[in-house]
């Protein structure tokens, strides 16, 4: 295993990855700063791997405990010295554990906001190392979508918000699920590589009990006319 320190150029935050591991993406920057307005007193991320989206929150928000559950040992240790490494541990904590069992470490109904950057591929029998660190994290071997969703239903608080992001092509599947547990969708955003591609994730941020009334947000283009970062993401990861 060899590890290296990258600089999140954000404030003097860094996080440490294994290179040989599943290292984070685009993806878990949106997703926390979709979530970012949302006021919370105390904030979850189920599937927290290295500890990228609680990290980028402690940065982002005003939220005095962030929380983190994974059920991986290799990527809850780079996480607990990533909060160590950047003196967050006041405001961030990381368990070791199972979603599905998520009760035996949290509250029911404890949680402002819950955020999640699941796996997106659903378990196959082609797989062909089910206990592989990047095929957790990319295959719904250790936990479902729905396992995902039943499970924040549970621990969030009446009017508390979930916030994810998805691949598009089980998009009515998320939706559905979060309608089937009374998390109504409120915002949705799709996110296109440029202006002409179809898009390949979203954001959907979800309120539990809230009601049927669904905001469709404008479009997040990654790249300009140019092929460099839109001005938008430049935003976004801090670079304007």
């Known amino acids: 295993m060899a590890e290296t320190i990258e600089d999140l150029q954000l404030g003097e935050l860094k996080l440490i990855q294994d ?50 559950l994974e059920i991986q040992p290799g990527a809850y ?11 967050l541990e006041e405001r961030i904590s990381i368990t070791l554990g199972d979603l599905k069992e998520a009760e035996q470490f949290y509250e029911v109904r404890s949680f402002d906001v819950i955020t999640c950057n699941p796996p997106y591929m659903k378990k196959g029998a082609a797989l062909a190392n089910e206990t592989d660190a990047k095929t957790i994290a990319r295959h719904e071997v250790m ?34 699920l979060m309608r089937e547990y009374r998390i109504e969708p409120k915002r949705l955003r799709m996110i296109h590589p440029s202006v002409t591609a179809e898009p390949t994730l979203f954001l959907i941020d979800g309120l539990l009990y809230g009601g049927s009334e669904l905001r469709i947000m404008p479009p997040l283009i990654l790249c300009g006319q140019d092929g460099g970062e839109s001005e938008e993401l430049k935003q976004i990861y801090g670079r304007r």
Do not use: W, Y
């Open 19 to 68: 290179t040989d591991a599943f290292r984070f993406g685009t993806d878990a920057v949106l997703l926390s700063d979709f979530a970012k307005t949302l006021p919370s007193k105390r904030t979850l991320d189920l599937c927290c791997g290295n500890g990228i989206v609680p990290i980028l929150l402690s940065h982002k928000t005003k939220t005095p405990q962030i929380c983190g």
């Open 77 to 87: 240790s780079l996480a607990c010295r990533s909060v160590a490494l950047n003196r």
């Open 143 to 176: 936990c479902s979508l729905e396992d995902i969703i039943r499970t924040s239903a549970r621990l969030l608080k009446q009017g508390g918000h979930l916030v994810m992001v998805h691949r598009p092509n089980r998009m009515a599947e998320v939706i559905s």
